[in-house]
């Protein structure tokens, strides 16, 4: 299964995201933002950092690459598409997901491991996990507070206390409804604060990434 | 013709820049000071001399590019 891992000027987790998506068995492939043709891809992961610095917003520059156009065509084809931090920011200004993320609660940059509950398994993220589950994993974000536009929202993840509780203390960033992660309708397009890939082995501190990539890859079909 | 885009964050979405603002001048006893919004400004100069046309240009770019509707309301005041 042969995934893209966009890398923008300033995306910095696309080394992380190919090796724990090889742990799954995929076959990754950096491709810079400038490339206008992903045919042969069975998916695409936009990885965490700051591409184009940041710059205006999180990920509104990002979204006008040439390579959006190629993840639009991806997403709208069914394929997995994948957000995490920043390319989850990406995805939502781009309109492929709904929402917007901005400064956390705090106005502090938040790095440390959070727990989410698994919200819905109809997702290409979640379908190996089961309704309910506590993941945990790291945030690493000063621009995580999930705004949400409506109730049309599809929750995914939401940050959770040890049990699964919901409860305002365990937001770490005062995201709306203590959303972490959405999907589009379909649940092939979906987009997390917290980053999966760094918790892919006991050694990093929790495997219970893994669990998500490993759906993620699993959930990928020939093209 | 130059254009200044004011950028400020839609109603009752939190600021929390600008709600510690507010609690700094408080302590400075500024004790009148109900609320702060912190928005951002963002001038445009585009090669016509004709206002309307400029304000019609930076209005696109504000929906496509500059603002995002979900989080930010915008104004636009020429400038020259």
């Known amino acids: 299964m042969r995934v893209a891992v966009a890398v923008f000027p300033g995306t910095n987790c696309e080394h992380d995201v190919a090796y724990a998506l090889e742990l799954q068995g995929a076959a990754p492939e950096l491709v810079w933002h400038t490339s206008e043709d992903l045919s042969g891809f069975d998916g695409v992961v936009l990885p965490g950092g700051f591409a184009h ?8 520059i990002a979204r006008f690459s040439p390579i959006m156009s190629e993840v639009s065509r991806l997403a709208q084809a069914g394929r997995p598409v994948l957000g995490i931090c920043n390319g989850f920011q990406i995805l939502c200004e781009a309109r492929l997901l709904s929402g917007a993320l901005m400064a956390n609660r705090d106005t502090s940059f938040i790095c440390r491991p959070i727990r989410v509950r698994v919200e819905s398994t109809n997702s290409v993220l979640t379908a190996g996990a089961s309704q309910g589950q506590v993941i945990q994993i790291p945030l690493n974000s000063y621009e995580g507070r999930f705004v949400a536009p409506g109730d049309d929202d599809l929750v995914v993840l939401r940050y959770c206390g040890p049990d699964g509780e919901l409860d305002e203390r ?3 960033n005062g995201s709306t409804d203590s959303i972490a992660g959405t999907s589009n309708a379909a649940g092939n397009v979906v987009g ?3 980053h999966p890939e760094r918790a892919v082995e006991e050694l990093l501190g929790s495997a219970d990434g893994a669990l998500l990539i490993g759906s993620f890859v699993t ?3 020939p093209a | 013709m130059k254009v200044r885009v004011h950028v400020q964050r839609r109603p009752g979405i939190a600021d929390p820049e600008g709600s510690t603002t507010a609690q700094a001048l408080r302590s400075l006893g500024f004790d009148g ?3 702060v919004l912190i928005g951002r400004a963002i001038d445009v100069e585009v090669a016509t001399d004709d206002a309307g046309s400029a304000l019609d240009q930076v209005e696109a770019m504000c929906k496509q590019l500059l603002t995002n509707p979900v989080l930010e309301d915008f104004d636009l005041e020429v400038l020259a």
């Open chain 2, 33 to 35: 000071v109900q609320e």
């Open chain 1, 170 to 172: 365990f937001n770490p």
């Open chain 1, 219 to 221: 959930s990928l079909q």
């Open chain 1, 53 to 60: 610095g940041d710059y205006l917003r999180t990920g509104a």
């Open chain 1, 192 to 194: 997390l604060m917290p």
